[in-house]
């Protein structure tokens, strides 16, 4: 499989400014810029669609896991925070809500530890990656 995604740039770093449009047109024409980068401007930027990649890889391998083990998922609400410190993706921090019923503590946090190493994405980062998953119980 593979998937691609184009960017075009105009005009200097500060003042400039780009689209991203990806295979499917889920982003299309997608603005980013300095600005959306790092203030807040309106647009995407880079470590948020690495945020956005890594929460949806994860949460669909962990549940892919969960489902071979044998657990029915209620939820999965994964949050990725991309730190980037000096010109440089340093980290990408998980935190994991999850409803998965009759599941206890220790096999959750064994297998969602399982899934945050053996997803794709995971795979494709050298940087740090963290994972602080929560188990919901009602």
Not at 41 to 61: I, Q, R, S, W
Request: with cysteine.
């Amino acid at each position: 499989m593979k998937r691609n995604a184009t960017a075009v740039w105009q005009g200097d770093i500060k003042s400039g400014a780009g689209h991203l449009t990806t295979q499917s047109t889920t982003l299309n024409q997608t603005q980013y810029s300095f600005n959306s980068r790092f203030a807040d401007g309106v647009g995407t930027n880079p470590e948020e669609l690495l945020a956005a990649a890594h929460a949806g890889c994860f949460t669909m391998k962990l549940d892919l896991d969960l489902t071979q083990a044998g657990y029915k998922v209620d939820t999965l609400e994964t949050k990725s925070v991309i730190t980037l410190d000096n010109g440089k993706i340093t980290l990408s921090e998980l935190t994991l809500q999850a409803k998965v019923p009759g599941i206890s503590e220790e096999e959750f946090q064994r297998i969602a530890k399982g899934a945050e190493e053996t997803c794709p994405v995971s795979g494709a980062f050298s940087f740090e990656i963290t994972l602080n998953a929560t188990l919901v119980t009602e």
